[in-house]
């Protein structure tokens, strides 16, 4: 299953309302999980299941979608929101990410 | 609080081998099914390989199957991949990440912060 994401980067300005879309090859549910890189640091799991935030991620992220089309919002960009955001498919082996969208403030 | 620290990370001849190590501690490690995800420099991230808690199932992708092998030994709380024949692809930075159930869902909830291999003469 490929993962195709949209941009690949963009720029915005503190307070902005910003979304990355990510796209599957094909049908895979809601089964999306979307991922936070920032520099030098580990990845971590912002949003499971396609809209499901991890405990402890702040509430201006949210994700949509099902089915081949999906989202995430950041609705109000803060400074340290600057990181790679990759989309994840969990539908079926091998596991496939998505080439990442950078988020320049 | 999780922490998964990788190592073994080495400049590496082609068709060479390497094995990488993943130490895992603030967690009850056998209960979980952990993977190894790699980043080539500046590409995405590709899964290359998981374990169910117990190590009664092992998967990979058609890309590294028959060259990489993971491994745990839940009583040292460590993971392992084996790295044989080694390429220049797979020159990438190798992490360690865990899932939040006993069996692979795909599902990556805490990873570490890496570990680099490079493949090349």
């Known amino acids: 299953i490929y993962m195709t994401q949209s941009p690949s980067s963009l720029s915005a300005s503190v307070g902005d309302r910003v979304t990355i879309t990510c796209r599957a090859s094909q049908f895979i549910s809601s089964s999306l999980n979307w991922y936070q890189q920032r520099p030098g640091k580990a990845p971590t799991l912002l949003i499971t299941?396609?809209?499901s935030l991890q405990s402890g991620v702040p509430s201006r992220f949210s994700g949509s979608g099902s089915g081949t089309d999906f989202f995430l919002t950041i609705s109000r960009l803060q400074p340290e929101d600057s990181a790679v955001y990759s989309c994840?498919?969990?539908?079926?082996?091998?596991?496939?990410f998505g080439q990442g969208t950078k988020v320049e403030i | 609080e999780v922490h998964l620290l990788e190592s073994g990370g080495d400049l590496v001849q082609p068709g060479g081998f390497l094995r990488l190590s993943c130490s895992a501690s603030g967690f009850t490690f056998s209960s979980h099914a952990m993977n190894w995800v790699r980043q080539a420099p500046g590409k995405g991230l590709e899964w290359v390989s998981g374990?169910?808690?117990?190590?009664?199932?092992?998967y990979y992708p058609d890309s590294v199957k028959g060259r990489f092998t993971i491994s745990r030994a839940n009583s040292k709380n460590m993971l392992y991949l084996q790295l044989n024949n080694l390429r220049a692809e797979d020159t990438a930075v190798y992490y360690c990440a865990r899932e939040p159930y006993y069996d692979t869902t795909g599902v990556f909830d805490y990873w570490g912060l890496g570990t680099l291999v490079i493949v090349s003469s």
């Open positions: 374990i169910s808690s117990s190590d009664e199932s092992t």
């Open positions: 299941r396609s809209s």
């Open positions: 994840q498919q969990s539908y079926g082996t091998p596991w496939t």
